[in-house]
Structures are given as C-alpha cells and as structure tokens.
C-alpha cells in the first residue's frame, strides 16, 4: 500500500472513487482545481495501480476543511482512512487552528472515526444533504 500526497494526475482516479462510493460528487473541474490550488491538504492510497482511498482537503474562505473522504469498499478497517485522515490534518496543522468537515448524521462509522482524531459536533445541520438527511459539522481546534 502506498499512500502518498494527491497530485493532478489523481484526479481521474478520485473522480472515480468517488462516484462508486459517495452520493456527493463534484465536477472533473473542481477536482482539478482543489489539487491545483491546495496541493498540500489531498492525499491518495494506492494498492498497486488502484486507487483504494483518498482526502480531499481544501481552504475555503480561509479556513481548513476536509471536503470528501472515502475508502473502497474492500479495504475498509485497515486504517487507510485513519492514515490519510492523519497526513492530511498534519499538513492542516502547520498552518491552521482548526478544520471543519460535514458528515451526515446516519454515518456513524465516519463519526467515529472523526471522533477519534478529536472532532467534536459544532452544529446539526437540518436537511444538508440533497436527500434530505441532516447533517452535523464537526470542528477539530488543535
Ligand atoms: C468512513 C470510511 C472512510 C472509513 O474508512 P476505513 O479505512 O475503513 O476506516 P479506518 O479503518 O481507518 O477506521 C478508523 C476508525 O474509524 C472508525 N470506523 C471506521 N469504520 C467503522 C465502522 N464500519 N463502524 C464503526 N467505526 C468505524 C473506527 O473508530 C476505526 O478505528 P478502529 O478500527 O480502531 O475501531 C469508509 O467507511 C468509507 O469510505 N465510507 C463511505 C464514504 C464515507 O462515509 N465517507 C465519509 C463522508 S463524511
């Protein structure tokens, strides 16, 4: 397994990915322009030449955030997220007092996972996502 920071040329791979795995996927242009223009934050896992898992990490209005998250499902609990989620939020560290994320409320392994690093809920989000389920935002203060 490697796993190493997100480069443009990921992001195909990621594109994919997440297509497969989460309901919430974005433009190939957003995806070229998050690794462009915040190239430190983003990190892949590689078995071989397979994408398993990936961060995406971003600044918007200046502050840290980890947009999308998600491990293929064959490759769950081996903390490849846990490592990626790690990488990422050294890098956001250096720079930032906290990052936020949005996660739904059903997804409680993804909760936990969070809590784990530290997150805790910061707001309940009515009806964030297009389904219709809510969401919470969770906050990382380092
Ligand atoms: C959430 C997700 C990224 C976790 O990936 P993973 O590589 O399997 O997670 P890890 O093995 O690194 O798990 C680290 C910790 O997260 C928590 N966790 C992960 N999966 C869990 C599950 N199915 N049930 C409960 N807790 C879980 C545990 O605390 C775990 O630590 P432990 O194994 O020591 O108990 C993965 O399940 C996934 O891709 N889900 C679909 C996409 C998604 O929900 N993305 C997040 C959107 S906000």
């Known amino acids: 397994m490697q796993i190493r920071k997100a480069i443009i040329s ?15 996927n974005y433009p190939m242009s957003d ?6 223009n915040c190239p430190s934050y983003s990190f892949v896992a590689y078995d071989k030449d397979k994408l398993v898992g990936y961060v995406l990490g971003l ?19 081996k903390h490849i997220a846990e490592c990626l989620m790690g990488k990422s939020l050294s890098e956001f560290k250096k720079t930032f007092v906290d990052v936020k994320l949005n996660v739904r409320v059903g997804n409680t392994s993804a909760q936990n ?5 530290g997150f805790t809920k910061s ?14 935002e969770m906050i990382l203060s380092f």
């Open 59 to 77: 600044v918007v209005n200046n502050q840290g955030l980890i947009a999308s998250l998600a491990v293929e499902k064959d490759y769950r609990r």
């Open 113 to 117: 996972l969070y809590t784990k690093f």
């Open 31 to 36: 995806w070229l322009f998050a690794l462009m």
């Open 123 to 136: 707001k309940y989000e009515k009806s964030y996502y297009e389904d219709g389920e809510d969401g919470y």
């Open 10 to 24: 990921d992001a195909a791979n990621m594109d994919r990915l997440n297509r497969n795995i989460l309901p919430e």
